[in-house]
């Protein structure tokens, strides 16, 4: 019996090629370290807005003059890079020529009042279940119901205008819009640092 598991057992880098016995080389026909992952996506680049003279930037500081939509809802914002329009980012007017094109007797000229801006961005069970997503996914808990509606609010908004992002890829989102979020869902302090 004894002979016979020798001879199964043979040598005892049985199997393993010459390269792959000696320690301290590897073979380049190794798997190595995330090998198979996926490229990172490059970063959305908005050209109607990125291109834009400096000049151009400071002079929506303080004004509400930069507005394309007419809504009468872009606020003066704390930045000039945050004073853009919904008319001026390719991906969202994308979803108001969409639903202009399917509902040419009742076309729409901002992000706020397109249908699923309301549903998807200010619907209060949406943004609930949207947030226990988040929390599965992320952990954290955001400390007030206003905190969370308003993040989540402004994550839907991306999620629904550009789709998936990836991680720490940012876009900057309508003023209209950011307004409107924040008037549903107010701080208590006034304070919205961030996308808070």
């Known amino acids: 019996m004894e002979d016979y598991e020798s001879s199964i057992s043979g040598d005892e880098n049985y199997g393993e090629s010459e390269s792959e016995s000696s320690e301290g080389e590897n073979s380049e026909e ?3 370290p995330y090998q198979f992952e996926p490229v990172a996506p490059q970063p959305i680049v908005e050209n109607n807005v990125l291109d834009q003279q400096n000049d151009d930037v400071q002079r929506r500081q303080g004004n509400t003059d930069w507005c394309r939509c007419q809504c ?3 606020p003066v914002m704390d ?3 945050e004073s853009v329009c919904c008319r001026e980012i390719d991906r969202v007017n994308a979803k108001i ?3 202009n094109l399917l509902t040419p007797q009742a076309p729409i000229d901002c992000i706020t009042i397109h249908p699923g801006f309301q549903t998807v961005c200010l ?3 949406v943004l609930e279940t949207a947030y226990l997503q988040y929390r599965q996914e992320h952990g954290g808990v955001l400390h007030s119901e206003n905190e969370r509606m308003r993040y989540v609010g402004y994550r839907q908004l991306a999620r629904w205008c550009w789709g998936f ?3 720490e890829i940012r876009v900057v989102l309508p003023a209209c819009s950011k307004r409107v979020i ?3 869902h107010p701080s208590d302090s006034g304070d919205y640092t961030g996308h808070h």
Request: hydrophobic share 20%; glycine share 4%.
């Open 30 to 32: 190794e798997a190595k």
């Open 72 to 74: 009468r809802l872009c």
């Open 79 to 81: 930045s000039e890079e």
């Open 97 to 99: 020529e969409e639903f």
């Open 123 to 125: 619907d209060r069970y």
């Open 165 to 167: 992002l990836g991680k």
């Open 182 to 184: 924040r008037d549903n």
